[in-house]
């Protein structure tokens, strides 16, 4: 528990350091704090007794976020892969908790419908070179978005949708659409409560039990 709340606080002081340093500088203690939020997030999920899973999409998105820290275009869609990495891990963690409940099922179309929506609009103004792994990546963001709210519920559900926003936010400054001032602000703010969320939902919502082979040939008349 000690170990648990210490890596928590750990955490959320290297996100303040990390947000104020967008704000209102220095840069370099933004490029100090970065490259810990992760880290600290997935060690306090680990200690806490989270799947696996669950931390193998916290350090995919670590390694997505060092990535991006360079600038480059190749370290750029390597960042990028390693985000999808995560989100896989994200969904493959959501299978352990059962079935989606009907009524959350009907999220389903809003959830395309946004997926479709947001790449036709930044489709014209995206490079070339990116409109089809941004569409691509877009899609599986927001089918884990989907996976979140309706495996987890909605804690992990606004973590999604705030990923959803906050990737969605990167992508419009890619497409050089006009940004809100300290742009890189936000989009932090909205990822790292993203990924806390998402952590949260995980480690509160209940786990489908699972039938061992033994049990089901105990069963079998």
Do not use: N
Request: hydrophobic share 55%; net charge positive; charged share 10%.
């Amino acid at each position: 528990m000690r170990a648990s709340r210490a890596l928590l606080t750990a955490f959320v002081l290297a996100a303040a350091v990390d947000l104020v340093a967008l704000a209102v500088g220095p840069h370099a203690a933004h490029l100090a704090a970065k490259p810990l939020l992760m880290l600290l997030l997935a060690a306090y999920a680990g200690v806490s007794g989270a799947p696996r899973l669950l931390v193998a999409a916290l350090l995919c998105g670590w390694g997505g976020d060092v990535l991006l820290m360079s600038g480059a275009d190749l370290a750029f869609m390597a960042g990028m892969a390693c985000f999808a990495a995560g989100h896989v891990c994200y969904l493959l963690l959501f299978r352990g908790y059962g079935s989606p409940r009907a009524r959350t099922t009907l999220l389903a179309p809003l959830y395309a419908l946004t997926a479709l929506v947001i790449v036709v609009l930044l489709w014209p103004d995206l490079p070339a070179g990116l409109r089809v792994p941004v569409a691509c990546y877009s899609t599986l963001l927001t089918v884990m978005a989907y996976g979140a709210a309706t495996r987890l519920g909605p804690v992990a559900g606004l973590g999604g949708t705030l990923f959803l926003l906050s990737d969605t936010l990167l992508a419009t400054g890619i497409a050089d659409w006009p940004q809100l001032p300290h742009p890189g602000l936000w989009v932090m703010i909205t990822y790292l409560a993203a990924q806390f969320l998402l952590v949260r939902g995980a480690l509160g919502a209940r786990r489908a039990p699972v039938t061992s082979y033994r049990e089901v040939r105990s069963t079998t008349p």
